[in-house]
Each structure stands twice: as structure tokens, then as C-alpha cells.
């Protein structure tokens, strides 16, 4: 069974930029999550998913980070316009539902000048 | 917001030791999950003990969980220099659908 697949890897821009990162969760799951992991701290929630719909975004900066997965599969996160702090490991997950394991991509790494 | 506080922040031990992670939370949970963090590289589950639950095996691992003192316990028994990762408990409150909130790890290092 193939993992969540994120990409890229690694993303160094300047700030006042903008930057997207893509996930692809594992085939059949319905949920689908991304984290904000700083330097030594652990995940945070930015955005959960049902299919399509939004679950949870209450810790996403809306005035500059966006998420979309419009047909209940793929994933894009957006920051525009990039600021220092948002230098950190953007994870992705997935699960089969609302409950129980999540399933964690090896995370976009970003850092912003 | 981060609810979990894991202690030690950072762990060193020699290879077939054991180690012993703690978490303390502030709110009621639904369940409590532990994972590990390899560097540079995702979360892998490692296991999960819901709130009715007080003691949970898998393998080499071994979790506690105290709800009256909001805290929990893993340990890793034999210790392998391939358990050298950052290892989290996540608390996950949420009534309607799973939100996980991570700590800010435990670093284990393990010494051959």
C-alpha cells in the first residue's frame, strides 16, 4: 500500500513570496490533515478534511494560508504571503475516517528569507 | 495550543536499556495516541489507549494511562539504536471527529 505522498520535499523562498504544497493521501481515505511542525516543537493542526468538506480550520491563518482538496483526494496548502516564522515541516495525513491512526507524508520542509 | 508536556525533554541511554517516557495533559480525552518521529521524516503510529483503557502492549512498548492524574507513560523495553527518533503523545478531545493535539516530544538517543 502506498504512503502519503507529498511534494516537494524542501522549499526555500523569500519572504512576501508565495509557496504551495501538494499531498496525496493514501487511496480510499477519507480524511485528510495538515500539520505545521517548528523546529522542535511537535504538529500543529492548520486544517482538517471529511472528503471535500472542511472539518476543522480554526488554527489556520486565513489571512494568508489557503487549503483546497476539491474533488476529495489531492490537497493543496498555499501561503501568500510568506512570512519568516512560517520557516517549519509541513505535514500531511490521512485516515480512513474521523477516528483512530493517522497516517503521516515525510513533510515539505520550508524555509523562508 | 499544545496540550501534551513530555518529560524528559530529551533521554540518553545505553542500547538494551529501557526507556521511560512521560506525558501530562490538562483536559478530558477521548483516547491518547504515542508516535515517533524519525529525523527529517514523518510520524509513524505507534499505538493507541483509549480513556477506559489503563495499560496497552504492543511489542517492546509498553502505555499507561492515568486519567485521574491526566498523565501517561511509554516504555521501551531492550532499547536498539533504531529507536534513536522523537517520540510524541498526541491527545485527542474532540467529540465529533479525531483532533489530534501533539506535545513537544521526548528526543531518545540510544548508544550502541
Known amino acids: 500500500e502506498a504512503g502519503v505522498a507529498q511534494s516537494p520535499r524542501y522549499k526555500i523562498i523569500e519572504k512576501r513570496q508565495s509557496v504551495a504544497f501538494w499531498c496525496n493521501p493514501i487511496s480510499g481515505h477519507a480524511t485528510l490533515y495538515w500539520y505545521q511542525q517548528i523546529l522542535g516543537q511537535g504538529p500543529k493542526l492548520l486544517i482538517q478534511f471529511q472528503n471535500n468538506g472542511v472539518v476543522d480550520d480554526s488554527q489556520l491563518p486565513k489571512d494568508r494560508f489557503s487549503a483546497e482538496r476539491l474533488k476529495g483526494v489531492d490537497s493543496t496548502l498555499k501561503i501568500q504571503p510568506a512570512k519568516l516564522e512560517d520557516s517549519a515541516v509541513y505535514l500531511c495525513?490521512?485516515?480512513?475516517?474521523?477516528?483512530?491512526?493517522?497516517?503521516f507524508g515525510p513533510g515539505t520542509r520550508l524555509l523562508v528569507l | 495550543s499544545q496540550q501534551g508536556e513530555e518529560d524528559p525533554q530529551a533521554l540518553s541511554i545505553q542500547e538494551g536499556e529501557n526507556a521511560t517516557m512521560n506525558c501530562s495533559y490538562k483536559t478530558s480525552i477521548n483516547n491518547l495516541q504515542w508516535y515517533r518521529q524519525n529525523s527529517g521524516r514523518g510520524l509513524v503510529h505507534l499505538i493507541l489507549i483509549r480513556s477506559n483503557e489503563r495499560e496497552k502492549h504492543s511489542g517492546r512498548l509498553r502505555v499507561t494511562l492515568d486519567t485521574s492524574k491526566k498523565s501517561s507513560s511509554l516504555l521501551i523495553t531492550a532499547s536498539r539504536a533504531a529507536d534513536t527518533a522523537s517520540y510524541f503523545c498526541?491527545?485527542?478531545?474532540?467529540?465529533?471527529?479525531?483532533?489530534?493535539?501533539f506535545g513537544q516530544g521526548t528526543r531518545l538517543t540510544i548508544n550502541p
Open positions: 495525513a490521512s485516515s480512513p475516517g474521523t477516528l483512530g491512526t493517522q497516517y
Open positions: 498526541a491527545t485527542d478531545e474532540s467529540r465529533v471527529a479525531q483532533k489530534l493535539v
